[in-house]
């Protein structure tokens, strides 16, 4: 199966688990989407050598993906796909910080270490918040909600426009890239066949902006989409928004693993 | 550039700077007034998406690469339609791909779009193709922008990663690792730009109008003349200012040679005192550098026992009860899962 097939399953995957029907989808847009951006800023803001304190941030991921019925595998393993680029600059450090910062008995942690653990922990967190965003909310209603909430109508009418044609494009450009593949006999594209490929790909890509443009003319296209069903911002999304804004936050300042911890070794020792 | 290497002040400040510019870039393009253009971005948009997953073999070491595209959508559309276009495609990808993250997009952004569309198309392509614009000038235009814009891009990744704090990669060390690397990609960017571009006018010259026509090099509306300075201040408050003299001023000279200090001591009573210790709390950039976070406490190597067990303590409950929540979270999300089915 060519590359472009491969990246393209999963987003055609994440693209149909927002069209499931339970009572995270039935929320509006604006609340997933204010609640998801608060959640990466918290997590975000935390100290380089905070570990144990982003721990219960695990949660909200955790009830989303079970209560939002979204496969719990997909959304790990694209997440862990996804840190390559993060780990290679957070591999740095325990390179360059070498100050022991805790010991556990024999064996000193240097805050390097520390910083890394920290780092991937944030990744996973962050990213997994973005695909669980799309994955409960679709891309269409995140725009709507977006637009609502004081996004430019030419930048949504944009994303809804790319969005509409990315799964038309691809595929385009899956045929041709697999026919060029099927008759390099090993050989490989070089960048004067990319050229003509992309080219004229392109070029079909001009003659139907034209062919669309002139069908908006004939139905009177004026820039609205219409959503397959009607949001309203209710009691339950204030109690969603409150409730998890209120738990983030008081994340933030009391350190629940810590007192987990010292409640449990308090009754052990 | 990733969430996880990010702080909030500085991903705050990279996401009002590119909304500023898309709302800047979005009034722009609906006061052009031409509809057409409308389609023809959302479509080039998926185009650029779809181009972006085809790769190609690099001729001399045959690793496989793929187009970037920013600066072929500047060179067909504009600079206002293509960074809203490549602002778009970066949306799609940092949801669907968890390609950086949500924060991390407005840096995302403002690397790849408005450094592009704002500062490499007009000051290098743009000059390079003058007033009387011909395909090997066009060719000469696309590689030096290729270049400039994939060298300024990773620019500002490294100094996003610098000013948040989190990674410890000296300044230094990231740029040589980062700058070689991205020349090297900015050539075979600007090689297959140059090869779509040559393509497209071979076969409808009539497309590139847009990039053919010199503009007349009349007057500048005065938001460009705004947005030129932004741009300036940003690169000299963020790169030229490294190299500021660490040498005292006049004043700090003067005062040196007189008293033998390099500033004078202020009383600490009274009104003074006041006003110093409000100043002291209030000062977001002391010394106009960041405020030195409290160094996490160091054991030194003959430490104290007790400070150490206590330390050790603290840590193992850390670990414990970071555990435990790890734990406690799967539970009830396992358990939410069992009754969602059981339902």
Redesign the interface.
């Known amino acids: 199966m060519s ?2 097939d491969k ?2 399953r ?2 055609r995957l ?2 149909r688990l927002a069209f499931g029907e ?1 009572a995270v989808h039935r929320l509006d847009p604006r609340a997933k989407v204010l609640v ?2 608060l959640y ?2 918290t ?3 935390f ?3 905070d ?2 304190a982003l ?2 941030y ?2 909200f991921p ?2 989303m ?3 939002g ?1 979204l496969p ?1 595998g997909f959304v790990i393993r ?2 862990l796909l ?1 840190a390559p ?2 780990l290679m ?2 591999i ?2 325990p ?3 070498r ?7 024999p064996v000193g942690i240097s ?2 270490w520390i ?1 890394c653990a ?3 922990v ?2 996973m967190l ?6 669980i ?2 994955g409960v909310t679709g ?1 269409p209603a ?1 725009c709507g909600a977006l637009e609502r909430m004081g ?5 949504a ?10 799964f ?3 595929e ?3 045929r ?2 697999r026919a060029r593949e099927l008759r390099a006999f090993g050989k ?12 004229h ?3 079909r ?2 003659q ?3 062919r ?2 002139m069908a ?1 003319l004939a139905r009177g296209f004026v ?1 609205e989409f219409h959503a397959r069903r009607e949001f309203r911002f209710g009691a339950r999304e204030l109690l969603f928004l409150f409730g998890w804004s209120a738990l983030f936050i008081s994340l933030r300042f009391w ?8 409640a ?2 308090g009754i052990v020792s | 550039m ?7 002040a500085v ?1 705050g400040v990279m996401w009002a700077v590119s909304a500023g510019a ?2 800047y ?3 722009k ?2 006061s052009e007034l031409d ?2 253009k ?10 650029l ?3 972006q ?7 001399a070491t ?1 690793s ?1 690469g793929h ?1 970037g595209g920013g600066l072929l959508l500047a060179i067909l559309l504009g600079p206002h339609a293509a960074f ?2 490549i ?3 970066l ?2 990808q ?6 950086g ?3 991390a997009l407005g840096c995302n952004i403002f690397n790849m779009g408005f450094i592009t569309a704002f500062i490499v198309y007009p000051l290098v392509y743009k000059t390079i193709l003058g007033r009387n614009p011909n395909q090997g000038r066009m060719a000469l235009a696309t590689m030096a922008a290729a270049i400039v814009g994939l060298q300024l891009g990773p620019l500002g990744v490294v100094l996003e ?1 610098y000013f948040s ?6 300044f230094t ?2 740029l040589l690792l980062m700058q070689p690397i991205h020349l090297a990609i900015g050539i075979v960017e600007g ?2 730009t140059v ?2 571009v ?3 006018y071979q ?2 010259p009539e ?1 590139l109008q847009v990039a053919l026509e010199a503009r007349p090099i009349g007057v500048h509306p005065v938001r460009n003349v705004l947005l030129a300075f932004l741009a300036a201040t940003v690169l000299v408050g963020g790169i030229v200012s490294w190299y500021a003299s660490e040498n005292p001023d006049g004043l700090e000279w003067a005062i040196a040679r007189v008293t033998g200090k390099e500033e004078l001591t202020e009383p600490s009573r009274g009104i003074y005192g006041v006003l110093a210790s409000i100043q002291q709390k209030t000062a977001f950039l002391p010394d106009y550098s960041f405020r030195k ?1 409290p160094e ?1 406490a ?2 030194s190597e003959g430490g104290d026992l007790a400070e ?1 067990s206590g ?16 734990v ?3 539970v ?3 358990v ?2 069992r009754r ?1 089915q059981a339902v």
């Open positions: 590359n472009i990246s393209f999963d987003f994440l693209d339970t998801t951006l990466i800023v997590v975000v803001s100290g380089k050598y570990l144990s721990f219960p695990f949660i955790a009830v993906i079970s209560v019925g719990a694209k997440v996804l680029f993060v600059i957070g740095f450090n390179v360059f910080d100050e022991v910062l805790v010991r556990l008995g805050g390097g910083s920290s780092i991937v944030r990744t962050t990213l997994g918040a973005a695909l965003l799309v891309f995140i996004m430019p109508r030419v930048l009418v944009q994303l809804l426009f790319l969005y509409r044609y990315i038309v494009l691809t385009e450009g899956a041709a890239s490989g594209l070089g960048m004067k066949t990319f050229a003509s490929l992309v080219g790909l392109l070029l890509t001009w139907r902006a034209e669309i443009h908006m820039g350190n629940l693993s810590r007192m987990l911890g010292d449990l070794t | 990733a969430d996880a290497l990010l702080s909030p991903g898309i709302a870039s979005a009034v393009v609906r509809e057409k409308v389609p023809l971005m959302g479509v080039l948009g998926a185009f998406f779809a181009a997953m085809i790769n190609f073999t690099i001729p045959g496989s187009i809203l276009t602002a778009s495609v949306v799609v940092a949801l669907f791909f968890a390609d993250g949500l924060l990663t704090g989190i990674s410890e990669l000296p060390t990231f090689f297959i090869a779509v040559s393509f497209v076969s409808r497309i976070a996490p160091v054991t150490a330390k050790a303590g603290t840590s193992v409950s850390g670990i414990v009860g970071a555990l435990m929540t790890l406690l979270a799967l009830i999300g396992l939410l899962r969602n």
